[in-house]
T-cell receptor, first 113, second 116 residues
């Protein structure tokens, strides 16, 4: 049962344009959300997070938006750069539950120079 | 300021052998997590440990898999009598476990197990 879903397995964007990666979740108990970036043959690296008390968190070129009513979050990267090409995983957790993260299946972003 | 260290990075085992994967958390982190990524799939939670305790093993297969995090030394994920379906990337992550650390966990570079 996939509680966190990333329905787009891949996305291609031109350099300099905006990349929008989407994520949906089903568990209403989730209250903390994260994005991880993963290069081939490496471990995921933490990118940005947001708690359910907010609807937006920004860090440089990366912004995460949370729509609790729709159980949807998105990661915006602007402007996109070739070095952003990687697999992006959305993750969610519940502070009231076990301290583990539920991951989506990932979206492979390719930024075309 | 070492991150999460995993070894071996690559491991090849024949069917029926045992695989042991080791993980040393980041300095100051007392919580360890193991995740598995099968080919073409996302990361799946396996087990969450604190020193000498298994907190949540709901993602661990019931047979052949075990994990420990002793008082001294690294966390170990042990897979007995490996089968081809165990071939995957196994990622360890750690966190401080303090209330203000949120639920952000930091990953190692992974151990790639290939069963032949």
């Amino acid at each position: 049962d996939q509680q966190v879903k990333q329905n787009s397995p891949s996305l291609s964007v031109q350099e300099g344009r905006i990349s929008i990666l989407n994520c949906d979740y089903t568990n209403s108990m989730f209250d903390y959300f994260l994005w991880y970036k993963k290069y081939p043959a490496e471990g995921p690296t933490f990118l940005i997070s947001i708690s359910s008390i907010k609807d937006k968190n920004e860090d440089g070129r990366f912004t995460v938006f949370l729509n609790k009513s729709a159980k949807h979050l998105s990661l915006h990267i602007v402007p996109s750069q070739p070095g952003d090409s990687a697999v992006y995983f959305c993750a969610a957790s519940s502070r009231t539950g076990a301290n583990n993260l539920f991951f989506g299946t990932g979206t492979r972003l390719t930024v075309i120079p | 300021n070492a991150g999460v260290m995993q070894n071996p990075r690559h491991l090849v085992r024949r069917r029926g052998q045992e695989a042991r994967l080791r993980c040393s958390p980041m300095k100051g982190h007392s919580h360890v997590y193991w995740y598995r990524q099968l080919p073409e799939e996302g990361l799946k939670f396996m087990v969450y440990l604190q020193k000498e305790n298994i907190i949540d093993e709901s993602g661990m297969p019931k047979e052949r898999f075990s994990a420990e995090f002793p008082k001294e030394g690294p966390s170990i994920l042990r897979i007995q009598q490996v089968v081809r379906g165990d071939s995957a990337a196994y990622f360890c992550a750690s966190s401080p476990g303090t209330p203000d650390s949120g639920n952000t966990i930091y990953f190692g570079e992974g151990s790639w197990l290939t069963v032949v």
